[in-house]
């Protein structure tokens, strides 16, 4: 076939496909949106950002937090997980703090103090849920902190240290260079610290000839335009402003393949160019899926003509910020892929009415309005902190609305993200362009999409309460231990069971809802029947580690008069503080155990007081048989719908909550310790477990008063989800302001939730402390639409005249 015939028959296919996709759309096409669209709604992503009340801390200081937990799809508070899990890592990725914090209706705030034992330097805060260590930790929340050990020498100089080494990566446009293909290719080059560097470089070819010039616009990023030629190599030289000159390999170039171009056609249009160069003569269709999030697919499917086609998308069908765009081959293989970033229409304006000037231990009353100019929203949720912002520096936290809009979705540290959004004009859309094509989608892996198998999810949503998850092992050769049952339970008032059976590799999951605060759990099975069985416990924080490292730690020697100030203020705050503030108060939501109302109820000190146990019940507990067989002790329940009858099996026999399957243990006891029993005469279920009956034994101060657990017992601590800690702020009258106490609070005032009203209208009051100086207030909100805003400004505190 002529070369003529073949180009006429392209370009007919190229008009008449549109008519034939109009009368019916390609089974493909239908199959990559179903698909997509499965996958879509099984792999739902949580996005949380945290707001924590400074960037500087000292040990023996409080890190307070706000926990924001959004739908990744939409930015709007998503009620899925209930438990959020934040961590304070070194460089080491050790974790020198954890805890773990209740969240309802996607919010949940908490505080952790730190520790004597933390060296000085920086360190990564990270937040994620179970739920999303299914998709790696690329996707918690990260930011960094400074954190100084006064008590303990440091170097206050430490910096990187040696020559100067940049990292300069090079990012073609789609992802790949092809032979005699134009491309844009990306750049980015960053110093040691993760800062952009200012350069000049050159692309050169094997002769040394300059094919190309570039240099950075902002940050260490750019681009520029490239045809690699064939059979040519090339590098690139990047000479910094000290005039090191050093050379750097450009990716490899193809002999075959994809490259893409998309641009801006009109205010309304998207132009999604691919060429290609392929060695074949047949017809050869690409397929083009663009989405937001994981919202708003759109895909089409059109014929190369001449090894080249566009796509036209309708900017209206995007969604706002990073879109998605991937070319595929028709065996559906990821060929090319970019970002594009819409930005967003809605911004939330926050506007606050504060006084420039006040005295120590004023009264402030600060006045906070929340608008959105595209449209009325209600109930915008804030977090306030105000600190004082001494002379000891730390980078400021990223702002919630651009880390929502492009840390949470992109790989790699973005060097000021904000300025993307305060400078909208032409050259910020080019440098914004530029930067997603330097930082890679970190969301979304095609092979978990069109993959023959869907993909499994190992940790599912805590939607109710904290999963402790272990295993059920032989005590002999460590074997997974199938279809056992297993008891997990604490010295909790009231008394709460939780219940599991081990699937086929050994794990038990328990759910323990309001389960707060430190404890000491007692997990076991059933030892009646499965006794030659250990527990292991695992620990609920992810093992996985994103590549974002901690800037370098630098500390200003000149400073170390200001630090001592702020170390001795933190140790007077801590030590004038009210005890009822040290504390974290538990919340007791109910006071009646986990099987509800007993059905007999004795407190043994209304009674003539026996000497051995079996005496106690068989004189006046009425709903239990005590039998002797084969020189053991059983409890036999009488069933309270057919009183004239009994249980032939034992019922749940529990001392302070904790399960006993061991009746002579219980007759052993001393009564003299029991402060009451609880019966319930009928069958109880308890997740996959039935109960023939429960007795409860009570000790007077709930501890086992002496009662010696089985050995096979496993006990440890375990720490809960934290239990609320007030924070501290002091109020001052005329009488009180005069006080001799010492108030040399750095953090006047942290506010989690703070809730505007119906017309965006929020009040705070607090008062100032002893402390003068310039005091920064930070606020970070979100409306019920998902639309986020923040706000700086600062006020001055001047001494008092008495």
Request: glycine share 6%; proline share 5%.
């Amino acid at each position: 076939m002529c070369k003529l015939a073949r180009s006429f028959i392209h370009i007919f296919l190229l008009i008449a496909f549109p008519l034939i996709a109009s009368a019916q759309e390609d089974p493909m096409v239908t199959s990559m949106k179903q698909r997509f669209d499965l996958y879509a709604g099984r792999a739902v992503q949580e996005k949380m950002y945290v707001h924590l009340d400074r960037p500087f801390y000292l040990v023996g200081e409080t890190v307070w937090f706000k926990a924001y937990l959004l739908n990744g799809e939409t930015h709007r508070f998503l009620d899925l997980s209930k438990v959020g899990y934040l961590e304070i890592l070194d460089l080491d990725n050790n974790p020198v703090v954890q805890t773990k914090f209740s969240m309802q209706e996607g919010k949940g705030n908490g505080s952790v103090l730190l520790p004597a034992a933390i060296i000085s330097g920086n360190y990564k805060v990270r937040c994620y849920t179970n739920w999303m260590k299914n998709f790696g930790a690329d996707q918690f929340f990260e930011t960094a902190v400074s954190i100084v050990n006064p008590f303990v020498r440091f170097e206050p100089d430490r910096t990187v240290k040696g020559e100067s080494k940049y990292d300069v990566q090079f990012f073609p446009e789609g992802g790949r260079l092809v032979q005699g293909l134009a491309s844009k290719i990306a750049f980015r080059a960053v110093a040691a610290d993760g800062k952009g560097i200012r350069f000049n470089g050159a692309v050169v070819n094997a002769q040394n000839d300059t094919i190309q010039k570039f240099a950075p616009s902002i940050n260490g990023i750019g681009s520029f335009a490239f045809t690699p030629k064939e059979g040519e190599t090339y590098k690139a030289y990047v000479t910094d402003a000290k005039g090191n000159r050093t050379e750097y390999a450009l990716p490899a170039v193809e002999g075959q393949g994809f490259v893409m171009q998309v641009k801006d056609s009109t205010d309304q249009w998207l132009k999604v160019s691919v060429t290609a160069k392929l060695n074949t003569d047949e017809p050869v269709y690409v397929y083009m899926l663009a989405h937001t999030r994981q919202a708003n697919p759109v895909i089409e499917k059109k014929p190369l003509i001449r090894n080249r086609t566009y796509f036209l998308v309708d900017k209206s069908k995007l969604g706002e910020g990073i879109s998605h765009i991937t070319i595929f081959n028709e065996k559906v293989k990821p060929v090319c892929e970019r970002l594009y970033f819409k930005r967003p229409q809605s911004k939330l304006d926050l506007e606050a009415n504060l006084a420039k000037t006040f005295i120590t231990r004023e009264k402030v009353a600060l006045n906070l309005s929340a608008n959105v100019a595209a449209a009325a929203e209600q109930l915008t949720n804030l977090s306030v902190a105000i600190y004082l912002e001494d002379s000891i520096q730390a980078d400021p936290q990223q702002d919630i609305a651009s880390y929502l809009w492009l840390n949470s979705d992109l790989k790699g540290t973005i060097e000021s993200p904000a300025y993307y959004f305060s400078n909208v004009n032409k050259d910020t859309a080019q440098q914004l362009d530029n930067l997603m094509l330097t930082h890679g989608w970190r969301r979304l892996k095609w092979d978990n999409v069109f993959g023959n198998q869907p993909p499994k999810y190992e940790n599912v949503p805590e939607h109710d309460g904290h999963f402790i998850t272990g295993r059920i092992v032989s005590r002999e050769d460590g074997t997974p231990a199938k279809g056992k049952d297993a008891f997990l339970a604490a010295l909790d008032v009231p008394a709460r069971l939780y219940v599991a059976q081990s699937d086929q590799n050994g794990k038990v999951t328990f759910e323990v809802r309001r389960f707060e605060g430190p404890k000491e759990i007692t997990v076991q099975t059933n030892l009646a029947m499965d006794s030659t069985y250990k527990f292991e416990i695992a620990n609920p924080f992810s093992k996985q580690f994103s590549g974002n490292a901690a800037p370098a730690f630098f500390f200003d020697k000149t400073l170390e008069n200001q630090l001592l100030t702020r170390t001795i203020n933190m140790q007077t705050g801590n030590s004038y503080l009210p005890r009822v503030y040290t504390q974290k108060k538990v919340t007791l939501t109910d006071s009646v155990a986990f099987f509800g109302v007993p059905d007999e109820k004795y407190f043994l000190d209304d009674f003539t007081r026996f000497p051995t146990m079996e005496e106690v019940l068989r004189e006046y507990v009425k709903g239990v048989l005590v039998r002797r067989r084969q020189k053991e002790y059983h409890f036999r329940m009488i069933d309270k719908l057919l009183p004239n009858t009994y249980y032939d099996t034992d019922p749940l026999i529990m001392v302070d909550g904790i399960p006993v399957f061991d009746a002579d243990k219980i007759i052993e006891f001393d009564p003299l310790k029991v402060k009451k029993i609880e019966v319930l005469n009928s069958r109880y279920f308890l997740g996959p477990l039935t109960f023939t009956g429960i007795v409860t034994f009570t000790t007077y101060g709930n501890d086992l008063g002496g009662f010696e657990l089985d050995p096979k017992v496993l006990v440890l601590p375990y720490e809960g989800v934290q239990a609320q800690r007030e924070f501290y702020a002091p109020k001052y009258d005329a009488a009180s302001a005069n006080s001799r106490i010492p108030d040399f609070r750095n953090l006047l005032h942290w506010a989690p939730n703070v809730v505007a009203d119906k017309h965006g209208k929020a009040a705070l009051e607090f008062y100032t402390s002893d402390q003068t100086g310039k005091y920064q207030v930070v606020i970070q909100g979100i409306t019920p639409a998902g639309v986020a805003g923040s706000k700086r400004f600062s006020f001055e505190v001047n001494k008092r005249n008495f």
